[in-house]
């Protein structure tokens, strides 16, 4: 078993660091936006709906971000599982363009096309 814990890291180890790497890049950009609190600075009634759409997109950018470090690290997981570059729908391997574009892809392209609603597919 060890023999096979030493292989997976000696194989996977720059998709690895790629991972986390990547992971490192998001976690330093949630503490740049600091903590998430849902108040609004004292502003006047003519800059209160200014002030509602910056923290609806913060809020949204948030989300984002943490959506991501999700994916980053569900990659993670499947790569110690040996499950890594396999589809999480079909298990057919996820192409090697499509792991260098992102590789904490979960889904074959197929996959993804049938999860993704066809305007925001037919744009990638």
Avoid at 19 to 25: A, D, V
Wanted: with cysteine; glycine share 4%.
């Amino acid at each position: 078993m060890e023999n096979a814990v030493i292989e997976l890291v000696r194989t996977s180890g720059p998709v690895w660091n790629q991972l986390q790497q990547l992971k490192e890049e998001v976690v330093q950009e949630l503490a740049e936006d600091g903590p998430w609190i849902q108040t609004q600075p004292d502003a006047s009634p003519d800059e209160r709906p200014l002030v509602a759409e910056i923290g609806a997109i913060d809020w949204i950018h948030r989300s984002q971000l943490e959506a991501r470090l999700r994916d980053i690290t569900e990659a993670q997981d499947r790569l110690l599982d040996s499950q890594y570059g396999k589809c999480i729908e079909c298990g057919d391997q996820i192409s090697a363009a499509r792991l260098a574009v992102d590789p904490a892809a979960s889904l074959c392209l197929f996959c993804k096309g049938l999860t993704e609603p066809e305007h925001v597919y037919s744009t990638l």
